[in-house]
C-alpha cells in the first residue's frame, strides 16, 4: 500500500505575531525555509503547532495558508484533534477542500486512558472526512491495559484509518504494532531524540518539533539511515539530542521559535500556557549553541 508519511516532517510552527495574533503572512516564509531544506512533508495545529490554543477559524486558516503556500510540493497533514469531538469532526469535514492530504487527532482530552472513548471520538473524526486519518499513540493518553493488538482491532472500527503518530519511547511496543499491522499501518514515531531508534524499529517516517530548526541535520541521519550507514546516523542523533537538552533546559516550543527568530524567518512567541523564552534562557541558548562543534541547521 502506499503510505503518505515517509521521512523527516516538522510539526510546523504556528506563526503569531508579537500580539499573540495567527500572522498568516508568515507562514510562506516559514515553508518555503523547510521545503528548500529538504523536508518530506508538514504536520499542522499538533502539539508544536498550538492547535489547543487556536480557535476552529484560526486553525481553518492556518491550514488553507499553509497548502496554498506550499502549492503541492510535499504533503500535508491537519491535525483536528485537542478539542471537541464535534470542532474535530468540522475540521475534518472541511480538510480536503483547505487542501490537507490526510487529517489526525489526539484521543479525547476529556477522556484520555480510555479505548472505547478515543474509538467514538476517531471514528466520528474518521466519517467526517474522505482523505486519510491518522490517530495518536501518546503515552500519556494511553490505557495500559490495552495491548498492540486489541487497539488496531478497536481501530477497525475507524473509518478512514491509514497510520499512527506514536509518542511513546517504548518501541517494543511501536514494533509490535508495526509487526501485527502487517505492512498496512504507516507507522510514525514521535520523540525527536529517538529519531534513529524509530527507524531501526520499521517506522516509515518521522514528525517531530525540532525538524522545524534541524531539517537538514535529521534528513542527513535519515538518509544516512537508509543508505546503511548507521553509525554516521547514530552520531547524527547524538548532535541533536546535545541541542534538544539545551531546549530541554530553557523551554522547548519558545526556544524553537527563537532560533527561527534569529535566522531571518520570524514566528513570533508561544500563546499561554507556554511561557515565552526568558532573557536567561535567551542567553542559556545562545550560549549552549555556540559551544557546540557542528553547525545546527
Not at 33 to 39: E, K, N, R
Not at 132 to 155: C, H, I, K, N, S
Not at 252 to 266: D, F, Q, S, T, Y
Request: charged share 20%.
Amino acid at each position: 500500500m502506499s503510505k503518505l508519511v515517509q521521512g523527516i516532517w516538522p510539526a510546523l510552527c504556528t506563526p503569531f505575531d508579537e500580539g499573540l495574533e495567527l500572522s498568516t503572512c508568515r507562514v510562506a516564509p516559514l515553508v518555503r525555509h523547510l521545503v528548500d531544506a529538504g523536508s518530506n512533508g508538514f504536520f499542522i495545529t499538533g502539539g508544536t503547532g498550538e492547535g489547543r490554543q487556536m480557535s476552529v477559524a484560526e486553525r481553518r486558516r492556518m491550514c488553507e495558508t499553509v497548502t496554498r503556500d506550499v502549492a503541492g510540493q510535499v504533503p500535508v497533514v491537519f491535525h483536528v484533534g485537542g478539542t471537541t469531538t464535534e470542532d474535530a469532526v468540522v475540521l475534518a469535514s472541511e480538510a480536503g477542500a483547505l487542501g490537507a492530504d490526510a487529517v489526525a487527532s489526539v484521543a479525547p482530552a476529556d477522556q484520555p486512558n480510555d479505548l472505547a472513548a478515543a474509538v467514538r471520538h476517531y471514528a466520528a473524526i474518521g466519517s467526517a472526512s474522505e482523505v486519510p486519518f491518522y490517530v495518536y499513540w501518546l503515552a500519556r493518553d494511553v490505557d495500559g491495559q490495552v495491548t498492540p493488538g486489541q487497539f488496531l482491532e478497536a481501530m477497525d472500527a475507524v473509518p478512514n484509518f491509514a497510520g499512527i503518530k506514536f509518542t511513546d519511547p517504548n518501541f517494543f511496543v511501536f514494533q509490535q504494532l508495526v509487526d501485527l499491522a502487517g505492512g498496512r499501518l504507516n507507522a510514525i514515531t514521535g520523540p525527536d531524540e529517538m529519531c534513529v531508534a524509530g527507524f531501526v524499529m520499521s517506522s516509515d517516517g518521522a514528525i517531530g518539533s525540532t525538524y522545524n530548526i534541524m531539517p537538514r541535520m535529521f534528513l542527513r541521519m535519515y538518509n544516512a539511515f537508509l543508505s546503511g550507514r548507521i553509525q554516521e546516523a547514530m552520531e547524527l542523533q547524538v548532535q541533536a539530542n546535545r541541542v534538544i537538552a539545551l531546549l530541554i533546559a530553557v523551554g522547548v516550543l519558545a526556544g524553537i521559535k527563537k532560533m527561527l527568530e534569529w535566522r531571518g524567518v520570524p514566528v513570533g512567541p508561544p500563546r499561554p500556557p507556554t511561557a515565552r523564552l526568558s532573557a536567561e534562557g535567551e542567553d542559556r541558548l545562545r550560549t549552549g549553541l555556540d559551544a557546540l562543534d557542528f553547525d545546527v541547521v
